[in-house]
């Protein structure tokens, strides 16, 4: 079974992809998506792949986009607009696009809302019970 890759913007915390959405420190958006999905941190790495579309501070929507291209997981959870429309997808939090039915670069993915503390979509808790419903059906349907 391949593994699932978590997509986000870009890293304040370095260009290694070992530190992209990890669940350290705490506060930051690994750690934060972490607890929306309900995991412990060991758990959520051993679960999820993850990668930042740019490795600079700077968003670049052009360079987002090959970046996106360049990504070799069939199955991918998108955070935020801006990944999602790198990826060719309209931001539609908690819904699975399917490769056969729309061009995102032969991936399947789900896309939810950025776990960034400014993202209002998190202050309404049927959000995050809504966001593991989907990430479960989403790694299920990966088995």
Known sequence: MERVLIVGEHSPHGRDDRHALHPHPPGAAGSRLCGILG???????????????????????RRARVAAANLTHARRILLGARVAAAHGVEFHPFRTFYSDTVCLFGADVLVLPHPSG??????????????????????????
């Open 118 to 143: 400014r993202c209002r979509i998190w202050n309404d808790r049927r959000s995050i019970a809504r966001a593991r419903r989907a990430v479960r059906r989403f790694l299920e349907e990966a088995t």
């Open 39 to 61: 995991m412990a941190p060991c758990e959520y790495l051993e679960t999820f792949d993850r990668a930042n579309l740019l490795k600079t501070s700077r968003w670049d929507p």
